[in-house]
């Protein structure tokens, strides 16, 4: 494969557009250094024609958000027959909707929270459910929009009303899950290290603590029991291939383990198109399995293909 033209694709038009560049910008360098020729391309409302004068030989889809992960770009690329990276356009769109996506998991066997789906304005000045709970917009990712209510909220949090939300009408409610924050990616079929991420300075893992610089710890491999270890590298390989994802995905977890050490685990959500800097979770993954950033973007390339 080496030699090969590859199409970065990054940036684009949704929230997570400085993710995007970041995630993009380390991978295109990292594929240059396999051997890869490779054409970065900072994706805007053209990116059909563009890619049609291209014709890479692969394109690595380092966007994130909605029309980078939601199976916009997926149709794009099928209808141009160049083989892509990550999921295809249903489980792409099927993971995108967190409501859709723990329905399939429920039915799959995958515990999770109580939630429902509601408009914005449908929840008003009343508690849709006893707090604390979560509010979530639907189709967004890195912890945009995400609020928690804590018990002594007397209503729900104003901003779903206010001409500020720009987080789409959908919004999913859910049952707050107290706990660690666990997470695990999957590899083609095969369950990576499961990590805990310890926000240092936020009450949850929300945008700061993601990206801003000291904003969390990563502990690889978690310091759990085996038993729970092996069970949440087994929900994150069962929520992958029960959504129908390809390449790599991660799924998110929460472990209360206040009252017994096995505690209950909560599948949360999964995320098609992981960040893909060398300090990112799911490289980290890679990482503690002996595989170099190089290493693991060579095998994503490699595994590109269409109707995925």
């Known amino acids: 494969m080496s030699g090969k033209h590859v199409a970065v694709l990054m940036g684009g038009f949704s929230s997570e557009r400085p993710v995007s560049l970041s995630s993009g910008t380390a991978c295109a360098d990292a594929l240059e250094a396999e051997g890869f020729r490779v054409t970065r391309v900072d994706v805007d409302r053209n990116v059909a024609s563009v890619l049609a004068d291209l ?25 141009l027959e160049i083989p892509y990276t990550h999921s295809g356009v249903l489980a792409s769109a099927l993971a995108m909707d967190k409501g859709q996506a723990k329905l ?17 304005f449908e929840i008003g000045n009343e508690h849709p459910m006893k707090p604390p709970y979560v509010v979530k917009p639907v189709r967004e990712g890195s912890s945009f929009g995400v609020v928690i209510v804590q018990e002594d909220r007397s209503h729900p949090p104003q901003v779903l009303s206010s001409s500020e939300w720009r987080y789409g009408e959908a919004v999913m409610v859910e049952r707050y899950i107290h706990g660690r ?4 990616g999957v590899m083609g079929d095969t369950p990576l290290g499961v990590t805990e991420i310890i926000p240092l300075s936020h009450d949850f893992y929300d945008y700061d603590a993601k990206y801003a610089e000291g904003g969390s710890r990563h502990v690889i491999p978690a310091e759990i029991s085996p ?10 390989l069962k929520a992958h291939q029960a959504i129908g994802c390809r390449g790599v995905s991660r799924s998110d977890f929460r472990f209360d383990d206040r009252f017994s050490k096995d505690g209950e685990v909560i599948w949360l959500e999964i995320n098609t198109q992981p960040g893909m800097t060398p300090t990112s979770l799911v490289p980290e993954m890679a990482a503690h399995a002996g595989l170099s950033f190089g290493e693991f973007l060579r095998w994503m390339v490699e595994d590109a293909s269409c109707l995925r």
């Open 55 to 79: 014709r890479p030989d692969v394109v690595f889809n380092a966007l994130h958000g909605p029309y980078g992960e939601d199976g916009s770009i997926q149709g794009i690329l099928e209808y």
């Open 104 to 120: 399939v998991a429920k039915a799959a066997g995958i515990p999770v929270a109580e939630a429902r789906v509601m408009t914005r």
């Open 181 to 184: 924050e666990l997470t695990c």
């Open 227 to 236: 038993n729970i270890y092996q069970t949440i590298q087994s929900l994150a």
